[in-house]
Structure formats: C-alpha cells, structure tokens
C-alpha cells in the first residue's frame, strides 16, 4: 500500500478525503512518522477491524456514521461527533453499525516521560 501524505499548511477536510468503498475498509495516511501517526478510515456497515492489541493508545473519532467498539469485555457504541481513547494493552475491535468514517491519532512517544 502506498501511503502518500497530505501537503502541509493547507487547509484539508478529512471527512472527504476518503470515500466508501463496498464491502471494503479503507484507510489514508494523513501524517505518519516514527513517534505517531494520523490516519482515517472509512469502513462499509457490517466491516469489522479485527481485534488487536495495540502497545500504544489510540484516539479514535467518529467523523460519519456510527460503530461498536469493544475494548477487552466492554462495548461501546459510538457515532458521529463522538470520540474515545483505546487503552494501549487492551484487545480491541471495530464494527461498523452502519457505514462510517473515523479519524486514528496514535502518538507512540512519550509514555516513558508520563507518572
């Protein structure tokens, strides 16, 4: 996969930066570097984003749409507007309860640095 960046000091809505694709899970890098990255996707209803786990945090942000998030044994639903943290060191996995799109910020520095 090719991740081409986006050009800096322009103004850029992230919502239509990415499109629907059927039956599909697409993702675009908006930033990526070796402390963190920015990314958005957009998934077709019923697409899952198997579970993981992360050793960072990641913030994720409902842009269109809404899903399920679980973290571990928990569920979430979360929709347009909404946004939450999932914990480094949880397993976690994203349904699509309709078709929607999401901003990921992961930083990946740092975590030494916090009490």
């Known amino acids: 996969m090719v991740n081409i960046e986006f050009q800096k000091a ?5 919502i239509d930066t990415i499109d629907y694709v059927p039956m599909s899970v697409v993702i675009k890098t908006i930033l990526k570097r070796n402390t963190g990255s ?5 998934f077709d ?5 198997s579970a993981k786990i992360s050793p960072y ?8 749409g809404s899903a399920e998030v679980q973290i571990d044994y928990s569920y ?3 929709k347009t507007g909404n ?5 480094a060191h949880t397993r976690s996995s994203i ?3 309709e078709r929607f799109k999401m901003l990921v ?10 009490s």
């Open 83 to 87: 946004s939450m943290i999932i914990p």
């Open 45 to 49: 209803l019923g697409e899952t984003f």
């Open 10 to 14: 322009t103004l850029l809505s992230v």
């Open 105 to 114: 910020t992961i930083i990946k520095s740092g975590y030494e640095e916090v």
């Open 76 to 78: 979430y639903h979360i």
């Open 95 to 97: 349904t699509a309860s």
């Open 38 to 42: 920015i990314r958005v996707f957009s």
């Open 57 to 64: 945090d990641s913030f994720i942000q409902i842009l269109d």
